[in-house]
């Protein structure tokens, strides 16, 4: 990624400090693409003639012309949606793959551990990843059917016996013991969760971030639970969940 794009770490996201940070004395020198009005305001385009709608997006920014622009700083409000950016240019596309492929946890420590649960469960090959998102107020009016969708899913792509035997990695966002989860544990015999394998996480425990001494345990156990469901020879997730378009992306890039 180096290569192809310039970036600075920051600890700090105050817009004053990002400006400190980059030597900017003077507004004339930022440019502000959008002013945050709201989620969707603004959809950017590669392709200056490209007829792709807005959708739920409000105003239409062409990229190439933000390149014409001569501020030192161009500033972006929220990139929030993976529907944002409309990539039809070959090159966009050949990038984005690139990129998506290249964008793996990269973490010791996480990685060291999601390899050994996975070696618990019987290696990379020996199970099947499944993520039903089913916590929040939009995923948790659909919970049923997301349940029975996956559970559907399943047993088209595995034969009725071998689907009974099938090792399952199950991400989950509720305890296990909830009513919504309770077709999959009815449905397939072989089931892991992640507090399974809770003596492998206890490294995380005292892992501190050095700036201000917190614990990031929290923090690091959906990413432990990312890999290891990413990792299965399969992958199957719940429909506008970004952690489970993320979680396709990596099964993509380790399963290639």
Known sequence: MKDHIKYIHRQNFDFNHLLESLHINNSSDVYNVTEDKGQYQQRYYDD??????LDKFKERVNLIDLGK?????IHFGSLFSSNRNVRQLPESIEFWNKLMRNMLPNNPIINYIADKIIDKIGGMNSYIGVHPRLKDSFFAKRRNNTVQGLIEKIQTDFKDGVCLTTKIYLAIDIKRDHSSLQPFFQTFSCIYVLDDF????EPLRFLKNPRDGMILYDFLIPLVDLIVVSKGSKFYGTEKSTFSS???RLNEAWIR
Do not use: G, H, V
């Open 246 to 248: 993320y979680a396709k």
């Open 69 to 73: 622009r001569s501020e030192k700083l």
């Open 198 to 201: 809770n003596d492998l996480l």
């Open 48 to 53: 200056p003639i490209s007829t792709i709608e």
